[in-house]
């Protein structure tokens, strides 16, 4: 999409704050729609990436934080939830902003169900 080839990686988070800053330096092109977008889906990414280190410090999500004493909770299962979902939504957006939905037609479509709780 961004002429990329991800590496392998436990933090993708990395990767898209890397396609961020080289499109903010001119070497890609990137609508400030698709930056935007880029970097909600980065920052919902490192609370999953985040969760190593969960035990010591809080946990945020796209509309709350919650603090160590309130770990593993169902109500903290429904904030992922709904975080793995808000992403699902975000990535069909931005792949329709680049263009790609005939060629995505069948995950956009999944990935749609899951945003909606499908």
Known sequence: MYSQEPPKTHRPSDVIDQIVAEAEVGRLKMSREEREL??????????????????????RHHDRIIPPNEYYS???????ISDARHIAGLIVRL??????????KDVLTRLEEIAHGK
């Open 95 to 104: 792949a329709r902003v680049k263009g790609l939905s005939k060629e995505l």
């Open 74 to 80: 169902t109500e903290q299962v429904k904030y992922f």
């Open 38 to 59: 880029l970097l909600r889906i980065s920052s919902l990414a490192k609370t999953f990436e985040d969760e190593a280190t969960r035990p010591r410090y809080g946990v």
